[in-house]
Nanobody, 114 residues
């Protein structure tokens, strides 16, 4: 089992930036693919970004060029740097880890509004 705890959400104006962090309760080492999903109010959860254990990254088309995912295995964290935020980025952002089994964090709310 691994617990995931997100932080860094909040209210930001369009065009602004936020940095989300996900802390794992134990070593993620080389065993986990780590990622972020988001769920806008009233909509289904959707993929945002993922970083494999070998460092290869994947992004949803809607965030390419604006968001950057990174992981620090020594610190057991994964970070999502979000730039040029748009109102349509408003959602609850969930951290996700997988290595056979799947683990989810509780989520952190990001609101992009003027």
């Amino acid at each position: 089992q691994v617990q995931l705890a997100e932080s860094g959400g909040g209210l930001v104006q369009p065009g602004g930036s936020l940095r989300l962090s996900c802390a794992a309760s134990r070593s993620i080492g080389r065993l986990f693919s780590m990622g972020w999903y988001r769920q806008p109010s009233g909509k289904e959860r959707e993929f945002v970004a993922r970083v494999r254990s070998d460092g290869i990254t994947y992004y949803a088309d809607s965030v390419k060029g604006r968001f950057t995912i990174s992981r620090d295995n020594a610190a057991n964290t994964v970070v999502l740097q979000m730039n040029s935020l748009k109102p349509e980025d408003t959602a609850v952002y969930h951290c996700h880890a997988t290595s056979g089994s799947e683990f989810w964090g509780q989520g952190t709310l990001v609101t992009v509004s003027s």
